[in-house]
């Protein structure tokens, strides 16, 4: 099996920055997705790490280290539309995804 | 594109009754899947296929069948629901197994009682 940790909940203020920490040990590696899930709604896909690094798409960003184990999700210009679930999910090495708890980030004006 | 369709959209149902969720996805994705989400966790997968007429189980099969007779739909099926399935559960498809992403599905809220 798998085992994707990640902060429970974050709270911070509008156009401020948020990082999302993400920690996972798994058999096989083939990716690292980022989620955002809004309440009562389906996750829709935010972000997409295969190789070491930064990807970087507008307001969020998302860095990988597969020696590490650790990804992170980085929010930047928070807006209070931000607020949401994010869920972090690896996909092991017979491709199916398992995903973390999920982190809740408040945005406050 | 309606992308990844689901009904009911919420259902209650009493322990042992049986119900079938509906899933269908008219991208011609070749891969779908069943979630299952419960309160402050993450998800689940409950059933996967990776084409018409063939299924296999993830990680929380029990209690629940499947079948994939076409390309396009994936219904899921509860025999004896039991409360332990109350849940929201989530259809999901993607053109490839090494594609970037997953499309999910609105999800279907159910309560057994």
Not at chain 2, 25 to 42: E, I, L, S, T, V
Not at chain 2, 81 to 108: L, R
Request: glycine letters at 10%; proline letters at 4%; hydrophobic letters at 30%.
């Amino acid at each position: 099996g798998q085992n994707i940790d990640q902060p429970t909940e974050m709270t911070a203020t509008e156009g401020a920055i948020v990082q999302i920490n993400c920690t996972y040990q798994t058999s096989g590696f083939n990716g690292l997705f980022w989620y955002q899930q809004h309440a009562g709604e389906a996750p829709t896909f935010l972000s997409y790490n295969v190789l070491d690094g930064l990807e970087e798409k507008g307001r969020f960003s998302s860095f990988l280290s597969r020696s590490k184990g650790y990804s992170y999700l980085l929010l930047k210009e928070l807006q209070m539309k931000d607020s949401a679930s994010y869920l972090c999910a690896v996909r092991d090495g017979d491709y199916k995804l398992s995903f973390g708890a999920g982190t809740t980030v408040t945005v406050r004006a | 594109n309606a992308g990844v369709t689901q009904t009911p959209k919420f259902r209650i149902l009493k322990i042992g009754q049986s119900m079938t969720l509906q899933c269908a996805q008219d991208m011609n994705h070749n891969y779908m899947y069943w979630y299952r989400q419960d309160p402050g966790m993450g998800l689940k997968l409950i059933y996967y296929s990776v084409g018409a007429g063939i299924t296999d189980k993830g990680e929380v099969p029990n209690g629940y069948n499947v079948s994939r007779s076409t390309t396009e739909d994936f219904p899921l099926r509860l025999e004896l629901a039991a409360p332990s399935q109350t849940s929201v559960y989530f259809c999901a498809s993607s053109y490839s197994i090494e594609q970037e992403t997953q499309y999910f599905g609105p999800g279907t809220r159910l309560l057994v009682l």
